[in-house]
């Protein structure tokens, strides 16, 4: 599997200003995605990070709200923008290997917003 | 898009016992189902998965089951140990469109000493 990273760990912000998230892994892969997951409940999908090209969002997702960037095969980020209350979560990092089948998850992003 | 119910949405087990958690999926193209565990404050860890040319798969004490044709899976973990406690996830990655894994809704295990 591979290793991930995510920066910050946390953060707590203030409404209304922008958080940006890094994903670092340590090997090439062939995808990586963004999910959020709110307090007690499941994982939600906001994107797939593209390398190259813009990301593909998931249906209540925007890239005005959520953009994305992909410059290479380790290194992603995601941005959330203009933040509120409602925004606080924690966020994922995931990259899939092996052929695309076993996907492996960051250690997360834990954002609080005021 | 794919729908993957979970149930139970708790369970609570004595250390010892067996646990099994089932998960539905409405998407026949359908062929990966992992399983995940997390444990509190910590990231979702792949523990299982099983692929759809394949009834079963054991790894130790936890195995994973797949009925194509009633479209559910479950995950059983034997001999329990305090440290099986935790939220488990299941998924299902379709093989049509994006390829992408959808969650269930998860389920608490709580395994008493």
């Known amino acids: 599997s591979a290793v991930i990273s995510q920066k910050p760990s946390r953060d707590i912000c203030q409404r209304g200003t922008s958080l940006t998230i890094q994903c670092q892994v340590d090997?090439?892969?062939?995808?990586m995605f963004w999910y959020r997951q709110q307090p007690g409940q499941s994982l939600t999908l906001i994107a797939t990070a593209n390398q190259g090209s813009e990301a593909t969002y998931e249906s209540g997702f925007v890239i005005d709200k959520f953009p994305i960037s992909r410059p290479n095969l380790t290194f992603s980020t995601l941005t959330v923008s203009n933040m509120s209350p409602e925004d606080s979560s924690i966020y994922l990092c995931?990259?899939?290997?092996?052929?695309?089948?076993?996907?492996?998850f960051g250690p997360g992003t834990r954002l609080t917003v005021l | 898009g794919e729908n993957v119910e979970q149930h139970p949405s708790t369970l609570s087990v004595q250390e010892g016992d067996s646990a099994v958690i089932k998960c539905t999926y409405s998407d026949s193209a359908s062929n990966y189902f992992p399983w995940y565990k997390q444990e509190l404050g910590k990231r979702p860890q792949l523990i299982i998965d099983i692929r759809s040319n394949v009834g079963e798969k054991k790894d130790q004490r936890i195995a994973v089951t797949l009925n194509k044709t009633a479209k559910h899976f479950s995950l059983h973990i034997t001999e329990t140990q305090p440290e099986d406690s935790a939220v488990y996830f299941c998924?299902?990655?379709?093989?049509?469109?994006?390829?992408?894994?959808?969650f269930g809704t998860g389920t608490r295990l709580t395994v008493i000493p």
């Open positions: 995931s990259v899939a290997v092996s052929g695309g089948l076993e996907q492996f």
């Open positions: 998924a299902a990655r379709t093989a049509t469109g994006a390829n992408n894994l959808f």
């Open positions: 090997s090439q892969v062939t995808m």
